[in-house]
Nanobody, 115 residues
């Protein structure tokens, strides 16, 4: 199993920045990729960004050029740097660990962007 703990959410004005962190523990060596997802009220959860063991990153079109996913293997932590935030970025952000047969999710952290 993998345990994930997110942090770094909060309230920010449009144009501001936040950095989310996701600390992983447990069966870390079994993780193939890590991802950040978000879910706004009344909407489905959607992929924001992901990074695999080879360091390959993938971004949703709506965050390209504004968000950056990175990881610190020594700390077993994945980050999501969010710049130029927009009100439509308001959502609960979830960290996920993707293994070959399972996915594990964090509890989520609220990001609210005011206009």
């Amino acid at each position: 199993q993998v345990q994930l703990v997110e942090s770094g959410g909060g309230l920010v004005q449009a144009g501001g920045s936040l950095r989310l962190s996701c600390a992983a523990s447990g069966s870390i060596l079994s993780v193939n990729a890590m991802g950040w997802y978000r879910q706004a009220p009344g909407k489905q959860r959607e992929l924001v960004a992901s990074i695999n063991n080879g360091g390959y990153t993938n971004y949703a079109d709506f965050v390209k050029g504004r968000f950056t996913i990175s990881r610190d293997n020594a700390k077993n932590t994945v980050y999501l740097q969010m710049n130029n935030l927009k009100p439509e970025d308001t959502a609960v952000y979830y960290c996920a660990a993707h293994l070959r047969l399972n996915d594990y999710w964090g509890q989520g952290t609220q990001v609210t962007v005011s206009s």
